[in-house]
């Protein structure tokens, strides 16, 4: 779980930057991603109901995309504000998988270190 500071979490911070910001995709995922200035860089994860119906199972797949992304957080630019989008053809892979999806979204966003 990412900790609290870097976590998007308000409404308007989600619209900010899906208005304002510039995306990159990978293997199902789609990130967009805004420069806001300073600050811990947060993230926020996206599942809509075209995934998956049940709510258990969006829920553990923004847990998993959460864990993962977790461990490349402490790369990324200060001031950074992304949010991973879930696409219906996303299909789960291993951990060590999906941690290089995100890693290579990251790089492609060019908002690692």
Do not use: C, Y
Request: glycine share 10%.
């Amino acid at each position: 779980m990412l900790k609290i500071e870097n976590r998007l979490k308000k409404e308007k911070d989600f619209q900010d930057v899906f208005e304002k910001g510039r995306g990159v995709r990978e293997d199902g995922l789609f990130f967009k991603v805004q420069q806001r200035g300073q600050g811990a860089p947060r993230l926020g994860v996206v599942v809509s109901k075209k995934v998956s119906k049940k709510a258990v199972d969006r829920n553990r797949i923004k847990r998993i995309i959460q864990a993962q992304a977790k461990e490349h957080i402490g790369g990324v630019k200060a001031g950074v504000d992304g949010v991973i989008v879930v696409l219906p053809e996303f299909k789960e892979t291993t951990p060590q998988g999906l941690s290089q999806v995100i890693h290579t979204l990251f790089t492609k966003a060019a908002i690692l270190q």
